[in-house]
């Protein structure tokens, strides 16, 4: 008796490939320009590898309160105050609001250690954002509000912040309020959320058994400083958060909060050569736990949280990007009520490759790697990889297109039940 055949992806997907190489070989078409674009009058790469990647330039935009970092910036006369910096561009509501759109066709393959095997395959909209941002004219104020009209079917409030920034373009402090991203833009580009791939490196957004993860956007105060030489050739820059942290849920805390403690953050960058960096960064807090959620001995406890990363990348001949990372992971942990406090200890590792063929194309690949265990037991791993390729359809880099597959093995640090997940995407993104 003939075994059954496996059912594959990829006769589903083969039109959608067809389509994707089309793209890549075909002409450009009209083009539109983001709002920092159409304010200053440049490209998308000014700011970016590919949208929205930062570059330096663009990590610098971000660090001055989104004004553009002179150019003429050689140590012979005194640096631009940050009130000086666009103060000749006049106001536009248009310089000021932005749209972002973006579709996606995915192939979704799932198996694991008690779940039945599950394939789906699907047509999404990904997202639909408005965000209203940019520097309030002579003056050192900026204002950044990101509102998701639709994400996962539901829309919401993912930040809205105010900042000040004084000193000079060389020399620089900013304090901002409101609720923000923890770790975004903050960080050279290893340590960034935003890359090339559709998600962030798993490292970065991995959840731990506490529910809690990097990436949230709770509500506090962010300060900094940076310095920079002559031509931006190197930039050493510090950063600083204090929040309110999350709930028992993982949910942010956004409004009153029962802890009478706040959560820390604090990252240190530094740029040299065209365009590498280094970045530390760590963070500590705490969250109230419920263990054993919904049985006969459920309980809660305020578990202490800890982590710490080292990233770098390095940009080769403008083309080839190497980018790696190390995050730990060291939380309080209490089986039962009463019991010794043990803990939740990770170690994180990615690696990634980005290839440039060409301003706006690149073809890239990652690795993520996890070790974790729970009071000194047996380690559980996981790993994730992913390949795949964009290009930018317009001139400008406001429209790019994307295809990735990832392959992922995910193993509870609890019950040690592991997970396997294939994932193929093809995302369209629109930037106004």
């Known amino acids: 008796m003939a075994l059954p055949r496996r059912k594959s992806w990829l006769p589903a997907a083969l039109p959608v490939l067809v389509a994707l190489s089309c793209a890549l070989l075909a002409p450009q078409p009209g083009q539109a320009i983001p709002a920092f674009a159409r304010k200053y009058g440049v490209k998308c790469f000014s700011c970016h590898t590919i949208p929205p990647a930062l570059n330096k330039t663009g990590y610098m935009f971000k660090r001055l309160g989104y004004r553009m970092p002179p150019d003429e910036m050689d140590g012979t006369k005194a640096a631009p105050k940050i009130t000086d910096l666009g103060k000749d561009i006049k106001f536009s509501i248009t310089n000021s609001l932005a749209l972002i759109a973006q579709g996606s066709f ?203 990363g080292v990233f770098g990348n390095y940009l080769f001949f403008d083309k080839l990007d190497v980018l790696g990372g190390y995050l730990r992971s060291s939380d309080d942990w209490q089986d039962e009520p009463g019991a010794p406090v043990t803990r939740f200890v990770s170690n994180g590792y990615r690696a990634e490759v980005d290839y440039y063929l060409q301003r706006g194309c690149a073809i890239m690949a990652r690795y993520d790697h996890l070790s974790q265990n729970i009071a000194g037991g047996p380690a559980n791993h996981s790993d994730a990889w992913s390949v795949g390729g964009e290009k930018a359809l317009t001139e400008l880099g406001n429209v790019v297109l994307r295809g990735t597959y990832g392959h992922e093995h995910d193993q509870d640090p609890v019950s040690g039940l592991a997970i396997l997940d294939k994932l193929f995407k093809i995302d369209v993104r629109v930037m106004w």
């Not at 620089?172 to 559709?198: C, D, I, W």
């Open 106 to 308: 995915t192939v979704d393959k799932t198996k694991g250690d008690g779940i039945s095997p599950t394939s789906s395959s699907s047509f999404n909209l990904d997202e639909a954002a408005l965000f209203v941002a940019g520097a309030v004219p002579d003056s050192g104020f900026s204002y950044f509000t990101h509102f998701e009209l639709s994400q996962g079917g539901s829309s919401f409030l993912e930040q809205a912040v105010l900042g000040y920034t004084a000193g000079r373009a060389n020399s620089s402090f900013f304090v901002k309020a409101g609720q923000m991203h923890l770790q975004e833009g903050e960080g050279t580009r290893a340590a960034m959320f935003y890359n090339l791939f559709p998600d962030p490196a798993p490292v970065l957004i991995n959840t731990s058994p506490l529910n809690f993860t990097l990436d949230q956007h709770p509500v506090g105060v962010n300060v900094g400083y940076t310095w920079a030489s002559n031509y931006f050739k190197q930039v050493f820059a510090v950063s600083a958060k204090v929040t309110n942290g999350l709930n028992a849920d993982g949910s942010e805390i956004l409004f009153n909060s029962t802890k009478n403690s706040k959560d820390y953050w604090f990252d240190a960058d530094y740029w040299f050569g065209p365009d590498g960096g280094v970045t530390f960064m760590t963070y500590r807090g705490t969250k109230d736990q419920i263990q054993n959620q919904g049985a006969a001995d459920e309980f809660t406890y305020r578990p202490t949280i800890r982590r710490y």
